[in-house]
């Protein structure tokens, strides 16, 4: 009857040691999963607003070239706020191949108001304030599947 209990205590301090290491490991691929989606999500996000900065740049250089061929950059007919000519010669320059609308310009002072770039899930916007402070935010989209 010892023996028994020898070998079923053997068996529980196994199974305790098999479960601890387990655990262990399992909560180490958790945390490595939850750092990876991290900085996954956040090189996406530092790509999409590098290329709407370049983007808002490439717009101001090409509002000073139609200024000075007495045209505006600002076309509010087309939901992207500018022609297509425009947004080509945008893409050229800055390489952002994401969608762009250009929302406020103020032709006077060839300056971007407010503008939204949209590449992937990643939706950056920017927009001067009434104070003059430039305010860019990125937001990353999670499509909802409704069925």
Known sequence: MNEEIIVESKWRKL??????????????LLIAWIAFSYF???NGGDTALREAKNARLALVATGIEYRGLGKSIYTSNKLSG??????????ELSGADGNLRLVKYDYDSN????????????????????DGEEIWTVEYIVPLDIS
Request: proline fraction near 0%; charged fraction near 30%.
């Open 40 to 42: 996954r999500l956040k």
């Open 15 to 28: 199974l305790r040691y098999v479960l601890r290491y387990l655990a262990v490991g399992i909560l180490i």
């Open 82 to 91: 500018m022609s297509n000519d425009v947004r080509n010669k945008v893409q």
């Open 111 to 130: 300056e971007v108001r407010q503008l939204q770039y949209r590449k992937d899930r990643y939706l950056v916007t920017y927009e001067i304030s009434e």
